[in-house]
């Protein structure tokens, strides 16, 4: 098997049930690695359960998941993450209990060895606060590093969640509906960050936000009633009648 | 004598009667549990009390009033739901945007004060009540007796049930309640008054647990506890059930009662502790209970949790050291005897609040990690003979694997599952400890020898034992200090804020929640052990649900999720029972008037209230400031 072949994410007759509905019915998906790759589709399409079955927050009903050419069907989220697979939340998931630092510091545990330290301190521990610090200042975060995450804007949480899933260097980057709630100043800059993000890994985002979809994604798969209807580039897809006529009515640029 | 593998076929079938009288009360309270969840989301902890009440009421009636059991069976329940709804109205409805939890503990709360108050005024031994003239005696069916009150009470429940389920699942106002319950918002939209229909809903599942305790009346004895430990047999089978459907909870019931009918007949030391081993093997195969479709309830709104972050290392030094040196030297003002008790309390307290305060875990049986542990180390100490400090290792060392194994099992549910689970679990220990032979039954363990400390320090001297305590108890506490401050107690909060996501950034969250709560059963372990040493005496007390119900009630009143606040909630509750001994029972009120107090007014415990208070005071100026220059500029314009 030659390393081309191989896909960061592939999944053969995925299919995912739902009392008798599928709404991902039978999917073959391929994620090339080092690509930026955008699954659009009508509300219901099954865009999100998609998204849950490859980050294993739901077990499929039929079908494999293979991440680097290995079979992963099987294996649970944090199995995931140690592979290097990360996803982030469609509603904003931050720990609302710990302050913006010590979320990102968080995220920085395992990798410092520091993930079950049961009797040490992190502030210790001189290489997680100095890389805590460097993602802080890169995410503009730095002046809200002792605020309680919980009491953050909307748009703030959205990238302190970025820069936590980042502190873990994922190969591959799940993100499920990265503007989901952002308003329009918060969206030319979280678009930035994950052009930023983007360089040297693969990302794979669900979204609804045609300009961010356009702008970003070299590969775009649409999905409809929970089969894939189309992929290719954002040119190629946008100029199909069969596209079109699945969002007729969406609005897009 | 016809015999059915060994047993005499008439002893197995009056146990299969006696299984399915107690199923149909099983199966009665578990659908009023069912009803009253389904549409509020609330665990109606006072289910047993209410249940109680309805007996109660049938013997006042009669014994007061001279007003009979037929007329008991409806006028029982129509002021017992009456009461539901006023407690709905004035308590309930303010918890509706909480977690589930709180509503749970409101309950427990006005629970302890409805069976302290009958306790006082009632005695708590059981009183008989006749079985009605119309079904006295009974009819010989050829294999066994069957009495007809007994007939009576199976078809009552019967159309009792299959009435409930009907109008739930099959008439309009059913529609409108399962509507109500998937989308209150929608349904208040189609103009139904959802507020009234929860009201009912909540006095109609209240009358429905007092229907069964009138029939129940003249099987079991009249008593104020009656319904405490039947509550907890029901939360099993509710577990076993799971709460999503009404049928699930009929078929439940009555499968329970009939397995505890057949093991009484079959292996009777096994018929108290069965149902919970069949909820722990359904705990293992079906998580989600038989029936139980409904995946986990949403969590409500979070616990308040505080908004400030943990002070500095140093700050935490310095207060630790000022507690040790005030606990060192209390001794001269205090009696020691109380001072020992606090800090034993307050161990347990703290070792509670390590998985309910930073893992959200929130146990309603950490009674049995305190008591096991202690009947183990009276045990090791008195019979074996052995040092203090290997029966103080060897009851801690139980609790830690009676933690890891109950854990292991309750940590596949949450929130109020867990901690029904937890409860469940505890009861059987209970059950197990009133029977084992090592226990003592009901005089427990007595006269354990303190012995002499790794063979040097002689701990019947008074100023070596509070030495002793006092090092335990900082040790202890240091312990879990350095644990909740620690990269791991980082992890256990991250967790409880957002389990999904700590999932998927690679923490095995189960694991933690495991390591975190058998380390706080070991930790309860330690207590319950040194209070076995200190007080001489391992009983039943100590593995007694109303001790889980303590420790809840220590580490709510101080703050649960602060590191002071069990402590300082221990001192408090153990403090009234020295002090207020004399009002008997009403200690029991007050405490669960302090449940209800603390759930409605302060959910952040003293110690939590002022901690946001300091905090409030110091960020105050600079919001003032703001305030009075926005003033000033608004009064130029």
């Known amino acids: 098997m030659t390393d081309g072949a191989v896909y960061a994410l592939e999944t053969r007759g995925l299919?995912?049930?739902?009392?008798?509905?599928?709404?991902?019915?039978?999917?073959?998906?391929?994620?090339?690695?080092?690509?930026?790759?955008?699954?659009?589709?009508?509300?219901?399409?099954?865009?999100?359960?998609?998204?849950?079955?490859?980050?294993?927050?739901?077990?499929?009903?039929?079908?494999?998941?293979?991440?680097?050419?290995?079979?992963?069907?099987?294996?649970s989220m944090p199995a995931m993450a140690k592979r290097s697979v990360v996803r982030s939340f469609?509603?904003?998931?931050?720990?609302?209990?710990?302050?913006?630092?010590?979320?990102?510091?968080?995220?920085?545990?395992?990798?410092?060895?520091?993930?079950?330290?049961?009797?040490?301190?992190i502030s210790r521990h001189r290489g997680v606060l100095d890389r805590a610090d460097a993602l802080l200042a890169r995410f503009g975060l730095s002046e809200y590093a002792e605020t309680m995450a919980g009491s953050l804007s909307y748009g703030r949480k959205r990238v302190l969640e970025l820069a936590t899933t980042l502190a873990?260097?994922?190969?591959?980057?799940?993100?499920?509906?990265?503007?989901?709630?952002?308003?329009?100043?918060?969206?030319?800059?979280?678009?930035?960050?994950?052009?930023?993000?983007?360089?040297?890994?693969?990302?794979?985002?669900?979204?609804?936000n045609m300009n961010v979809v356009a702008e970003l994604a070299d590969t775009i798969t649409v999905m409809v009633r929970g089969e894939v209807l189309a992929e290719g580039s954002y040119a190629e897809v946008s100029s199909r009648a069969d596209v079109m006529a699945a969002y007729t009515g969406q609005a897009h640029a | 004598m016809t015999t059915i593998l060994g047993v005499p076929s008439a002893v197995l079938y009056g146990q299969l009667l006696l299984g399915l009288i107690n199923g149909a009360f099983y199966a009665m309270l578990s659908l009023g549990l069912a009803v009253i969840f389904g549409?509020?989301?609330?665990?109606?902890?006072?289910?047993?009390?209410?249940?109680?009440?309805?007996?109660?009421?049938?013997?006042?009636?009669?014994?007061?009033?001279?007003?009979?059991?037929?007329?008991?069976?409806?006028?029982?329940?129509?002021?017992?739901?009456?009461?539901?709804?006023?407690?709905?109205?004035?308590?309930?409805?303010?918890?509706?945007?909480?977690?589930?939890?709180?509503?749970?503990?409101?309950?427990?709360?006005?629970?302890?004060?409805?069976?302290?108050?009958?306790?006082?005024?009632?005695?708590?031994?059981?009183?008989?009540?006749?079985?009605?003239?119309?079904?006295?005696?009974?009819?010989?069916?050829?294999?066994?007796?069957?009495?007809?009150?007994?007939?009576?009470?199976?078809?009552?429940?019967?159309?009792?049930?299959?009435?409930?389920?009907?109008?739930?699942?099959?008439?309009?106002?059913g529609a409108y309640l399962r509507a109500a319950t998937e989308n209150p918002m929608l349904v208040q939209a189609f103009g139904i008054r959802v507020p009234r229909m929860i009201t009912l809903t909540y006095g109609a599942g209240v009358a429905l647990a007092a229907l069964a305790g009138v029939l129940a009346a003249p099987i079991y004895q009249v008593s104020p506890l009656m319904g405490a430990d039947l509550l907890i047999v029901v939360f099993a089978v509710v577990v076993i059930g799971g709460m999503g459907s009404i049928m699930g909870s009929i078929l439940t019931g009555f499968l329970v009662g009939i397995i505890e009918g057949l093991t009484k007949a079959f292996y009777p030391e096994a018929s108290t502790t069965v149902v919970f081993v069949v909820m722990a093997v359904v705990l293992l195969i079906r998580p989600a209970g038989l029936f139980g479709s409904k995946p986990e309830a949403a969590q409500g709104q979070p616990q308040s949790s505080l908004s400030a972050p943990a002070p500095s290392a140093?700050?935490?030094?310095?207060?630790?050291?000022?507690?040790?040196?005030?606990?060192?030297?209390?001794?001269?003002?205090?009696?020691?005897?109380?001072?020992?008790?606090?800090?034993?309390?307050?161990?347990?307290?703290?070792?509670?609040?390590?998985?309910?305060?930073?893992?959200?875990?929130?146990?309603?049986?950490?009674?049995?990690?305190?008591?096991?542990?202690?009947?183990?180390?009276?045990?090791?100490?008195?019979?074996?003979?052995?040092?203090?400090?290997?029966?103080?290792?060897?009851?801690?060392?139980?609790?830690?694997?009676?933690?890891?194994?109950?854990?292991?099992?309750?940590?596949?549910?949450?929130?109020?599952?867990?901690?029904?689970?937890?409860?469940?679990?505890?009861?059987?220990?209970?059950?197990?400890?009133?029977?084992?032979?090592?226990?003592?039954?009901?005089?427990?363990?007595?006269?354990?020898?303190?012995?002499?400390?790794?063979?040097?320090?002689?701990?019947?001297?008074?100023?070596?034992?509070?030495?002793?305590?006092?090092?335990?108890?900082?040790?202890?506490?240091?312990?879990?200090?350095?644990?909740?401050?620690?990269?791991?107690?980082?992890?256990?909060?991250?967790?409880?804020?957002?389990?999904?996501?700590?999932?998927?950034?690679?923490?095995?969250?189960?694991?933690?929640?495991?390591?975190?709560?058998?380390?706080?059963?070991?930790?309860?372990?330690?207590?319950?052990?040194?209070?076995?040493?200190?007080?001489?005496?391992?009983?039943?007390?100590?593995?007694?649900?109303?001790?889980?119900g303590e420790v809840l009630l220590m580490t709510f009143l101080g703050g649960v999720g602060t590191l002071y606040g069990p402590l300082v909630g221990a001192f408090i509750v153990v403090a009234m029972q020295n002090y207020l001994a004399a009002f008997g029972q009403w200690v029991t009120v007050i405490h669960g008037l302090i449940f209800v107090v603390c759930v409605l007014a302060f959910r952040r415990g003293i110690v939590g209230e002022l901690i946001e208070f300091w905090h409030r005071r110091r960020r105050a100026p600079a919001a003032t400031q703001a305030v009075l220059r926005k003033v000033a500029v608004a009064t130029k314009e």
């Open chain 1, 15 to 75: 299919s995912r049930e739902f009392g008798g509905f599928f709404a991902v019915n039978s999917v073959n998906f391929r994620l090339a690695r080092n690509s930026m790759h955008a699954v659009i589709g009508p509300n219901g399409a099954g865009k999100t359960t998609l998204f849950n079955l490859l980050t294993k927050y739901l077990p499929p009903s039929a079908g494999t998941i293979l991440h680097d050419g290995h079979d992963v069907t099987r294996l």
């Open chain 1, 90 to 121: 469609q509603i904003s998931a931050v720990f609302a209990g710990l302050t913006v630092r010590e979320n990102v510091e968080l995220a920085l545990l395992p990798e410092h060895g520091l993930a079950w330290n049961l009797l040490g301190r």
């Open chain 1, 168 to 208: 873990l260097e994922p190969k591959v980057l799940l993100l499920d509906e990265p503007m989901a709630g952002l308003g329009h100043e918060d969206i030319g800059r979280v678009t930035q960050l994950i052009r930023e993000a983007g360089r040297g890994r693969t990302v794979l985002l669900v979204e609804h």
């Open chain 2, 39 to 173: 549409m509020m989301n609330i665990v109606n902890f006072a289910h047993g009390a209410q249940y109680m009440m309805g007996a109660m009421g049938a013997w006042f009636l009669l014994n007061y009033l001279g007003i009979g059991y037929w007329w008991a069976l409806i006028l029982a329940p129509l002021a017992v739901g009456a009461i539901g709804i006023v407690i709905e109205m004035l308590l309930l409805r303010r918890l509706y945007k909480l977690d589930h939890l709180y509503g749970m503990l409101l309950t427990f709360g006005l629970a302890l004060m409805v069976q302290g108050m009958f306790s006082d005024w009632f005695g708590s031994s059981g009183q008989p009540y006749s079985i009605p003239q119309a079904l006295m005696g009974g009819s010989h069916l050829g294999f066994m007796f069957l009495p007809n009150y007994r007939a009576w009470v199976i078809a009552a429940s019967v159309v009792i049930c299959l009435g409930t389920w009907y109008v739930v699942e099959r008439t309009k106002l």
């Open chain 2, 314 to 548: 140093r700050t935490q030094s310095l207060i630790f050291l000022t507690v040790a040196a005030c606990l060192a030297a209390a001794p001269i003002i205090v009696y020691p005897g109380f001072m020992m008790k606090a800090m034993i309390f307050a161990l347990f307290a703290c070792a509670f609040n390590l998985v309910a305060g930073y893992g959200r875990l929130v146990s309603f049986g950490h009674a049995m990690f305190l008591g096991s542990a202690g009947y183990v180390c009276g045990h090791v100490a008195k019979i074996w003979g052995l040092p203090p400090e290997l029966a103080i290792l060897a009851g801690t060392a139980t609790a830690a694997v009676l933690g890891f194994v109950s854990g292991w099992l309750a940590i596949r549910r949450s929130g109020i599952y867990f901690a029904m689970v937890t409860l469940a679990f505890a009861q059987m220990v209970y059950f197990v400890a009133l029977q084992a032979p090592f226990t003592g039954g009901e005089d427990g363990l007595q006269a354990i020898p303190r012995g002499m400390l790794f063979g040097l320090i002689d701990l019947s001297r008074p100023a070596n034992l509070y030495t002793f305590v006092l090092a335990i108890f900082l040790g202890g506490f240091f312990l879990i200090m350095r644990l909740v401050g620690s990269p791991f107690g980082r992890v256990l909060k991250a967790i409880s804020d957002h389990d999904a996501r700590a999932q998927s950034l690679g923490f095995d969250t189960s694991r933690y929640k495991l390591v975190a709560f058998t380390l706080s059963a070991a930790l309860a372990g330690l207590a319950g052990s040194t209070k076995a040493i200190v007080s001489q005496i391992a009983s039943l007390t100590d593995v007694h649900w109303s001790m889980s």
